[in-house]
C-alpha cells in the first residue's frame, strides 16, 4: 500500500465518492456538479444489493442543515422507517457470506455498515461490529495493490475530521459513535495481526495534527482520547486473561506487544502536552481528555524543560482561564491515592469556582470508595455540609456524596460493629442511618457528625416514602422505625420510651458510657430530623408530640434518669475521665429541652429547674466549665418573670458563695466568710472556677440587664481574687468576668476594667487574647470613647488622645499573637469594627495582611474577612476606610522582595476589589441621577489612581502584577462616569513609561490587560452615548516609540544601562510622616464621607479631614513622587 493511500486518494472524483457524513440527494446524478466532497457517486457493487442503497444514504448527517429541509424530509421518513428497519439476516449483514467475495462487494458492503450506524446509531453499532470486524479482516485477506475496504473508512473519516462546520448536538454523538466504532474495529484487527486499518488511522492523524482550524485539531485529539482508550480496555482484558493476544492466534502466549507503538504513543503524549497550551479552549479541553487516559505517572515534559507527571500537568490544567477546560479537569483527575484526596478537598475548600468544586465532589462521590478516605478527610468534606457559603456544595453533598457513602456503607454492614450484632434472621432495614457511624467517629467531630447524621436520615426517609419536601409520611415512618424489634433497635441504636435508659443495671457503667452516648446521639438526630420536618405544616404540633412519645420518656422520667446519670458519672472522685460523658450529658439536656418546650404537662417546667438547681448545688459532683454553664442558662431559660429571673440570680451567688466555702476551714465555723478564706487562700481551684462559672454564665444570659444586689457584692470580693491567683485558667476566667460585669455594671465596675490593660500587656497570649475579647465586649456596650477613658482617665485628659492610646493598645497586642489566640483575636476586632464606625486603617492594615500571611492560611482568617467584607463594609465610609488600609497593607508588601514576601496579595486585592466596587442600580428620576454623578466620588477609582501611583514610584516592584492582574479581574468600573475613566486612562499612559522599560515582562501584560479593561468601558460609553470613538492604543505606542528613541540615543544595547535606570527608579525614598491618629466617629454622614474619600487633584496636597479617614493621605505633588504613607508597625 502506497504511503497516500490512507488518504483515501484512490477515489477519484470522476469514479466514486463514498462517505458517510452527508446525505445524498437520490435524484442527482453524479455528473450534475463538478467537484464535491461528499462522495456522491454509488460505490461499485451497489447494484447487486437493490440499487440505490450506498454508504450515505438514509444517514444522519454529521452537519446540521437547514430546519425546513428537516421537516420536509420528516413525513417521507416516517412512513419508510418500517423498511429500514435493521435486519441482520441479510446477506450484507451475515457472516457466512463474507467468504471469498471479491474486493468490491466488500466495500460496498462495509458502506452499507457504516450506512446504518449513521442512520441508527449505538445500536447498529453494537450489532454490526463482528460484521464490520470480519469485512476488513477478509479484505486484508486478498492479494490486491489498493484495499479499497480500509480507504473508504479512511477517506470518509478524514472528510468528518476536516469538515469545519459547526455540529450540534445530535450530530455531535453520531460523530462520536463513528470515532468509537472506527477506533474499536482498527484496535480488534491489530489484535488479529491485521495492522493495516490501524497504521492507516495513525497517518491520518499525524497528518491532520497540526491542522490551522482549530475543530479540526480538536476532533483529530478526541480520535486519539478514542484510540487510546480501547486500547486500554483491551490491554487490561489480555492482563486479566494472563496474555496480550487473542487464543486462536498462533503466537506465543507469553509475548506481549502494544496496541499502539511505542513510538507513536511517546510522540502523542508530547503533542498532547503541548495541546495543553493551545490558544482554544476547545482543543485544550479535549487535550485534558487524551492526556487522562495514559498513567497517572507517566512523566512527560514541559515547554520548559521540566519533567512533571500525568497527574501534575492535569491539575495545572486545573488553573486555565476557561471554565470548561476546568471543568473537563476535574471530570478526568486521577485520584489515586490519599495524597490526590487531599489536593481535591483543598481545592474545593479554597476556590471559589462552585462549577468546579461541585464537579470535583461529583467524582469523589462516584469513583472513590469511601474506605479510601482518611478519617480527617472525610470530615473536611463533612464540615462543608455547613461552613460552605455555596448552597450548590452543600446540595451535592447531601444529593450525591450522602448517597454514594450509604450506599457502600450498607453493602458491608447492617449495624455498627460497637453495638450487639443481631441475628441472622433481623428485620433492620437496608442503609439504616446509624451504620455510617462506624466510619465517622462522633467523639472525633461531634458536630461534623451530627449534621450528615441528619442528612442520612432525611435521605432514609425519602427512600421509605418516596416523596419529597413536605409530602413525606413522617408519622408512617415513626411508624416503621416501631415495627423494628426491640432487639434490632438495640443493635442499630436507636432508643424508644420503652427501653429508654442511661444507666445500665445489668453491666457495668463505665464500660457501657460510649454505647449510650451512641443510642443518646442516634436517638437525638432523628428527634431533630422530625421536628425539622414538620415546621410549617399544619400537623406539625401532633408529629412533635408523636415524636416524643415513641422516641423519649416523660419528663418527671427524663429528670429521673438525669439525676441517677449525674450521680452515676459526675461524682468528684470518679476515675472516668472519658469525654464522652460531657457530651453525653448535652444530649441529654437538649433532649430534655426538647420535651419541655413541646410537652403538655403544666409542671415540667417546674420540675426540671428544680433537678438543675439540686445538681448545681450538689459539691460532690463535678462538671467542667461547659456543663456548668449550660445547666445554669437553661435555668434562665424556664424562668418566666422578672421576679423568678432576680430570685434565680440571687441563688446563684448564694451557691456560688457555698461552693467556694466549700473545703475551707471556714465551712466549718457557724458564720463563713468568703472574703476571709479568699484572704487566707483556701479556696480551691475547682471550687474558685465552678463559682465564678455559674456567675459568669449569669452576666452572659441575654434576660440579665442589670445587677442585683447580691451580684455586685460578689463582684466585689470575687474579682480581685481570680485576677491575684496564679492560676491562668482561673485569670481567664475572672477577665471574662470582668468584661460581662462591666456590661451590666459599667459603674461599679470601672476600676476593674483598667486591669485588663495590663493583662494584656503581659507576654502571655492566652491573657493577651482574652482582654482583648474583654475590651471587645465592654466597647460594643458602652462604646468606644467611654471604654478609652475608663481605661487611660489618668494619663490622658481629653478623650481624643485616650482612644488613641487604645487604639495603640489593640494595634500592638493583635500583632503579637499566634495561633488560636490570633484566631479570637481577629474575629473580635471584625466584631468590633462591624458593631461601630472607626477611622481605623491601621487596624485594617494590620487585619488584612494577617488574614492573607500564608503561614495563617490554614486558620481560615481569610474566610472570616471576606464574610465582614460582604456582611459589613457596604457604605461609603467603611469602603473608604478599607481602601486607605490597603494601601498601608501594599506599602508594607512592597519593603519585601517576591521570594520573601509572605503574603496572598493576589487574593488580598481581588477582595479589597469585590468590597469596594459599586453595584449598579437604576435610579426612578434621570435629574437625580445625572445630579448624584456629579457630585459622587468613586472609591474603585481612587484605588486604581493610588495603585497606579505605586506603579510610578515603584515601577520594578514584582507587587505590582498581582495587583494589577486582581484589579482587571475584580475591580468593577461600570458604574464609574466617562469622565472619571478617561482621567483614569490618562494616568495609566502616563505610568505605562516607566512600568514598561523597568518590570518584567508579565508585569507589563498585567499592566496593560488593565488599561486595556479601562478602554473597552471608554468605547461602551462612547457607543451608549453615540460618541465617536476616540480611545486606542495609538496614543501608548506614540509615546512608547518617543521614549524608545530617547533611550536609543543613549544606550540601545546595554543591559547594565537599564539595570541602573531601574535602580533610579527604585531608590526613591518613600517620604513617611509618623502619625499615630484613630478617631471614633458615632454618627455617620455619607454626604460628608464621599467628599472627604477622594485625595485631591495630581499637583495639590490632600488636607487631613477630622471626621477621620485618614490623616496620612496620600500627596502626590508631582508625576513620580512617592506615596505617603505611615510604616505604624511591623509584622
Not at 56 to 71: C, H, Q
Not at 85 to 113: G, H
Not at 350 to 360: A, L, M
Not at 889 to 907: R, W, Y
Request: net charge negative.
Amino acid at each position: 500500500m502506497e504511503s497516500g493511500d490512507h488518504l483515501g486518494n484512490v477515489f477519484s472524483d470522476d469514479e466514486e465518492n463514498d462517505s458517510f457524513d452527508d446525505m445524498l440527494p437520490k435524484t442527482k446524478a453524479p455528473d450534475e456538479e463538478e467537484e464535491d466532497d461528499s462522495f456522491d457517486d454509488p460505490v461499485p457493487g451497489m447494484e447487486e444489493l437493490g440499487g440505490e442503497e450506498n454508504f450515505g444514504n438514509s444517514a444522519v448527517p454529521l452537519v446540521v442543515e437547514d430546519e425546513e429541509e428537516e421537516n420536509d424530509d420528516c413525513d417521507e421518513e416516517e412512513e419508510n422507517e418500517e423498511e429500514r428497519e435493521l435486519d441482520l439476516e441479510e446477506e450484507d449483514f451475515n457472516l457466512l457470506t463474507i467468504e471469498k467475495v471479491p474486493m468490491n462487494v466488500l466495500t460496498s458492503r462495509i458502506a452499507r455498515v457504516m450506512a446504518e450506524i449513521l442512520s441508527r446509531g449505538e445500536q447498529a453499532a453494537i450489532a454490526l461490529f463482528d460484521v464490520a470486524n470480519k469485512i476488513v479482516f477478509q479484505s486484508t485477506m486478498l492479494d490486491v495493490e489498493i484495499n479499497s475496504v480500509i480507504a473508504l473508512i479512511i477517506r470518509g473519516l478524514e472528510s468528518v475530521l476536516l469538515d469545519a462546520r459547526q455540529r450540534e448536538q445530535p450530530a455531535h454523538q453520531i460523530e462520536q459513535i463513528v470515532f468509537l466504532f472506527i477506533t474499536k474495529l482498527s484496535v480488534k484487527n491489530k489484535f488479529m495481526k491485521c495492522n493495516d486499518l490501524l497504521n492507516n488511522l495513525i497517518e491520518l492523524i499525524d497528518s491532520l495534527y497540526f491542522n490551522i482550524e482549530s475543530s479540526v485539531r480538536a476532533r483529530v485529539i478526541r480520535l486519539v482520547s478514542c484510540l487510546k482508550e480501547e486500547a486500554n480496555k483491551y490491554e487490561d482484558a489480555m492482563r486479566e486473561r494472563g496474555d496480550n493476544i487473542f487464543l486462536f492466534t498462533d503466537e506465543d502466549p507469553g509475548e506481549e506487544e502494544d496496541v499502539i507503538p511505542k513510538g507513536v504513543h511517546k510522540r502523542w503524549l508530547g503533542r498532547i502536552t503541548k495541546s495543553l497550551m493551545d490558544k482554544s479552549p476547545q482543543v485544550r479541553s479535549q487535550a485534558v481528555v487524551a492526556l487522562s487516559l495514559y498513567d497517572h505517572d507517566t512523566v512527560c515534559k514541559t515547554k520548559n524543560g521540566d519533567e512533571l507527571t500525568v497527574n501534575d500537568m492535569l491539575w495545572k490544567s486545573m488553573h486555565d482561564v476557561d471554565e470548561s477546560v476546568r471543568l473537563t479537569v476535574a471530570r478526568r483527575i486521577h485520584i489515586v491515592n490519599e495524597e490526590e484526596i487531599d489536593k481535591c478537598i483543598n481545592y474545593i475548600e479554597r476556590s471559589k469556582d462552585n462549577r468546579v468544586r461541585q464537579e470535583i465532589i461529583l467524582r469523589m462521590a462516584s469513583d472513590v470508595h469511601l474506605s479510601s478516605f482518611a478519617e480527617n478527610q472525610r470530615f473536611r468534606l463533612v464540615n462543608l455540609l455547613s461552613d460552605s457559603e455555596s448552597a450548590r456544595i452543600q446540595e451535592v453533598i447531601h444529593q450525591r456524596l450522602v448517597e454514594s457513602w450509604m450506599k457502600v456503607a450498607g453493602e458491608d454492614i447492617v449495624s455498627p460493629s460497637i453495638f450487639p450484632a443481631p441475628d441472622a434472621e433481623h428485620e433492620i432495614p437496608k442503609q439504616f442511618p446509624s451504620i455510617i457511624l462506624e466510619y465517622l467517629d462522633p467523639f472525633a467531630d461531634p458536630i461534623a457528625v451530627y449534621v450528615f447524621m441528619k442528612s442520612t436520615i432525611i435521605r432514609y426517609i425519602q427512600q421509605i416514602s418516596g416523596k419529597q419536601s413536605n409530602d413525606r409520611d413522617i408519622e408512617q415512618f415513626m411508624k416503621d422505625c416501631l415495627k423494628i424489634t426491640a432487639k434490632d433497635s438495640e443493635s442499630v441504636g436507636l432508643m424508644r420510651r420503652t427501653t429508654f435508659r442511661l444507666v445500665p443495671s445489668d453491666t457495668d457503667p463505665k464500660s457501657e458510657l460510649r454505647r449510650t452516648f451512641l443510642r443518646i446521639f442516634i436517638t437525638r438526630c432523628f428527634v431533630d430530623v422530625i421536628f425539622k420536618l414538620s415546621d410549617n405544616r399544619i400537623d406539625s404540633h401532633h408529629l412533635r408530640n408523636r415524636a416524643l412519645m415513641f422516641y423519649l420518656p416523660d419528663v418527671t422520667t427524663f429528670v429521673y434518669h438525669l439525676k441517677e446519670f449525674c450521680n452515676t458519672y459526675f461524682k468528684k472522685d470518679d476515675e472516668t475521665t472519658d469525654s464522652c460523658k460531657e457530651l453525653l450529658l448535652y444530649n441529654i439536656i437538649h433532649l430534655i429541652n426538647k420535651a419541655v418546650k413541646y410537652g403538655d404537662a403544666g409542671t415540667d417546667k417546674l420540675i426540671y429547674k428544680q433537678a438543675l438547681v439540686q445538681i448545681l448545688e450538689n459539691a460532690d459532683l463535678d462538671f467542667s466549665d461547659d456543663s456548668i454553664s449550660t445547666m445554669v442558662t437553661t435555668c434562665f431559660d424556664l424562668c418566666e418573670s422578672e421576679n423568678e429571673t432576680e430570685e434565680l440570680c440571687d441563688w446563684v451567688c448564694k451557691t456560688a458563695s457555698q461552693l467556694m466555702l466549700h473545703e475551707t476551714n471556714e465551712d466549718d465555723e457557724e458564720n463563713p466568710s468568703l472574703k476571709k478564706a479568699m484572704e487566707s487562700d483556701t479556696v480551691s481551684d475547682r471550687m474558685y472556677l465552678r463559682g465564678s462559672t455559674m456567675l459568669l454564665s449569669t452576666c452572659e444570659h441575654e434576660d440579665i440587664k442589670k445587677p442585683t444586689d447580691s451580684m455586685t457584692d460578689l463582684f466585689q470580693r470575687i474579682i480581685p481574687a481570680l485576677l491575684g491567683n496564679e492560676n491562668k485558667a482561673i485569670k481567664k476566667v475572672g477577665l471574662e468576668l470582668i468584661g460581662f460585669a462591666t456590661v451590666i455594671d459599667f459603674t461599679n465596675c470601672e476600676p476593674y476594667i483598667k486591669l485588663t490593660r495590663y493583662l494584656i500587656e503581659r507576654d502571655d497570649e492566652v491573657l493577651t487574647s482574652t482582654g482583648l475579647h474583654t475590651l471587645v465586649r465592654v466597647i460594643k456596650t458602652h462604646e468606644f470613647p467611654k471604654t478609652a477613658m475608663a481605661i487611660f482617665r489618668d494619663e490622658h485628659e481629653d478623650e481624643q488622645s485616650a482612644e488613641e492610646a487604645l487604639a495603640k493598645l489593640f494595634e500592638k497586642a493583635l500583632i503579637s499573637l499566634q495561633g488560636v489566640a490570633l484566631v479570637q483575636a481577629v474575629q473580635d476586632c471584625l466584631s468590633m469594627l462591624s458593631h461601630g464606625r472607626y477611622a481605623w486603617p491601621k487596624m485594617y492594615c494590620a487585619i488584612l495582611l494577617i488574614a492573607f500571611q500564608k503561614r495563617n492560611q490554614n486558620y481560615q482568617l481569610a474566610k472570616m474577612m471576606n464574610k465582614f467584607c460582604k456582611r459589613s463594609v457596604k457604605s461609603d465610609y467603611r469602603k473608604a476606610n478599607l481602601l486607605n488600609g490597603f494601601v498601608r497593607a501594599v506599602n508594607e508588601v512592597s519593603k519585601t522582595n517576591e521570594h520573601d514576601a509572605n503574603f496572598n496579595l493576589l487574593e488580598m486585592t481581588e477582595l479589597v476589589c469585590t468590597t469596594i466596587s459599586s453595584v449598579p442600580i437604576v435610579e426612578e428620576d434621570g435629574e437625580k441621577m445625572k445630579k448624584k454623578e456629579e457630585n459622587e466620588k468613586y472609591i474603585e477609582v481612587e484605588l486604581a489612581h493610588k495603585m497606579i501611583s505605586r506603579s510610578e514610584s515603584l515601577p520594578s516592584a514584582w507587587f505590582i502584577r498581582d495587583v494589577f492582574t486582581a484589579m482587571t479581574t475584580s475591580l468593577q468600573l461600570v458604574c464609574v462616569p466617562m469622565e472619571h475613566l478617561n482621567e483614569l486612562h490618562d494616568h495609566l499612559i502616563d505610568a505605562l513609561t516607566p512600568v514598561r522599560f523597568n518590570a518584567e515582562k508579565t508585569t507589563v501584560i498585567a499592566f496593560k490587560r488593565f488599561m486595556k479593561n479601562c478602554e473597552n468601558l471608554i468605547t461602551l460609553h462612547q457607543r451608549m452615548k453615540g460618541m465617536p470613538l476616540t480611545v486606542d492604543m495609538k496614543k501608548v505606542k506614540l509615546e512608547a516609540s518617543d521614549s524608545q528613541e530617547m533611550i536609543a540615543t543613549s544606550s540601545s544595547t546595554s543591559s547594565a544601562r537599564k539595570k541602573k535606570n531601574r535602580q533610579e527608579w527604585d531608590d526613591d525614598e518613600v517620604a513617611e510622616e509618623s502619625d499615630d491618629s484613630f478617631e471614633y466617629c458615632p454618627k455617620p454622614t455619607r454626604t460628608r464621607s464621599r467628599k472627604r474619600l477622594i485625595t485631591p487633584k495630581l499637583g495639590t496636597p490632600s488636607k487631613k479631614n477630622k471626621e477621620g479617614f485618614e490623616k496620612d493621605e496620600v500627596e502626590e505633588e508631582e508625576a513620580y513622587e512617592e506615596i505617603n504613607i505611615d510604616d505604624s508597625f511591623e509584622l
